[in-house]
């Protein structure tokens, strides 16, 4: 594991590593914030949407403020494999490089895309391994397609990750213009292969969650299209899962809409993670 | 004056706007954040450093939570002209476009280098014109070669600017190797020329401002050549100007940095803008 890069914020440390990943066959860059302190910390996953990196939101998703005080760790994983043998797509970018869907491929041809077993196996260890993580302490929040992931993480993985939260995140992307593609794609044609990696099919399908914080846009351009959060509503209600719903109005789909409720999703987590 | 972009962020609006600036013969691109209510609201300019445009502190100074609990419409220019016919110093970060030193250029090839101009007259009228801006409260901070800015505008323009703030500033650009050759180009050989944009000559000269915060990490790698806070610490001793200077062990000179302490540098303009 090399590093990267390494700046003192908030009196923790802001931190980027590389290592060659098993899982996706290629090298692979994340961030993490360590808080100040001994430690061990919670492990917060922030999973971001299409077309970001790791870097994203570590520049522009202003979480370090809170969790230096709170005493979070925030791991911030790549989006998909990059680099050499990869499809990238690079005209598409809704799938390839960018957009990985956090699921693990089967198809010929996207062989690197395995972040689902990245993120639930490899990373996890490796954190645990070098940073002052307790593993037992594990929740997950992201954006857009990383709201998807991670509400699909934490419906597959409840007992790894025992908080989750979501800003504007494709709730049911076995049915969204933008994601269909990409699961087609990874998965293949036969949409039975895409139930377990839809938030909404998966509840359907029994897997449960206790509770559940979702800040979504209403100037959100993407909303009535791709994000839909009524059918995640309906799917939780349906299922009793304690869903906290909150409508933003005039916040729209960009990381200005992120920082704002950051704080918010920080200390939410908190509460689950440390109490 | 055309908008360029415009988000909900804290319940405020950050915008981005362009326009052709009479000072520089340039368009010229701005960010403001305006907070929430009706103002009018005083008006704090941050000044960014060398390399950067309006959207360095934009996305990473994280300034608007802070900003819209105390009612501060922060205003972010770019460092320099840019486009056609503007002299860009391509391979060197230290001279042209992003490198205006926000100093009056004197010499041939320059002409378009007025930023001095620019933000004491020009772009602060249409501040006040297009904005709900309280121009009689307005205050100025900056990083780096934004710092300078900072410094040297107050300190000319005391009636202007009536706090001030710097993190990391290059005290004495006359004598840094990072800015001299700048204000050879732009002012000419003539070091007397310099004294005008340089903040511990102007000290020296007479100018005066009442109090100074500046923040400076220990682990800044510019600190010993560029930056060297002590000369301002003993340029204020001698003129009395009540100088807060902070060290701050373990910060280096990035965002990283300055987000950590821009809150503290928001409330100090707050209590000195808003009494």
């Known amino acids: 594991m090399q590093q990267q890069s390494s700046a003192l914020a908030f009196g923790g440390t802001q931190s980027v590593w590389t290592h060659a990943s098993t899982s996706t066959g290629t090298d692979m860059t994340f961030a993490v914030f360590t808080p100040p302190g001994e430690g061990p910390f919670p492990v917060l996953w922030y999973l971001s949407g299409l077309t970001c990196s790791h870097q994203n939101v570590m520049d522009k998703g202003e979480y370090r403020r809170a969790a230096a005080e709170l005493g979070l760790m925030i791991v911030c994983p790549d989006t998909s494999p990059r680099g050499e043998g990869v499809r990238a797509h690079e005209d598409d970018w809704q799938l390839g490089c960018g957009a990985g869907f956090y699921v693990d491929a089967t198809e010929p041809g996207y062989e690197h895309f395995q972040m689902h077993a990245y993120l639930t196996a490899e990373l996890p260890a490796l954190v645990a391994e070098h940073f002052p993580a307790d593993m ?5 929040f992201g954006h857009s397609m990383g709201g998807h992931g991670a509400l699909t993480l934490a419906l597959k993985h409840p007992q790894q ?3 989750c939260s ?3 995140p ?3 992307p076995s049915t969204a213009d933008w994601s269909r ?3 087609a794609a ?3 044609d036969n ?3 895409w139930r377990a990696y839809d938030a909404t099919l998966l509840i359907a399908d029994g897997h449960r969650i206790e509770q559940l914080l979702v800040d979504q846009g209403e100037a959100d351009s993407f909303l009535n299209d791709g994000l839909r959060p009524w059918l995640l509503e309906s799917a939780c209600a349906d299922a009793d899962i304690d869903l906290t719903l909150r409508m933003q109005p005039g ?3 960009s990381y200005f809409f992120i920082s704002t409720f950051m704080d918010d999703h920080l200390r939410w987590h908190a509460e689950r993670l440390t109490a």
Chains 1, 2 share one sequence.
């Open 166 to 168: 979501a800003f504007a």
């Open 136 to 140: 037992a302490r594990q929740g997950v």
């Open 181 to 183: 593609k990409a699961l």
């Open 191 to 193: 949409p039975e292969a």
């Open 161 to 163: 990750f025992k908080s």
């Open 251 to 253: 916040y729209d789909h």
């Open 170 to 172: 494709i709730v049911q």
């Open 186 to 188: 990874y998965l293949g």
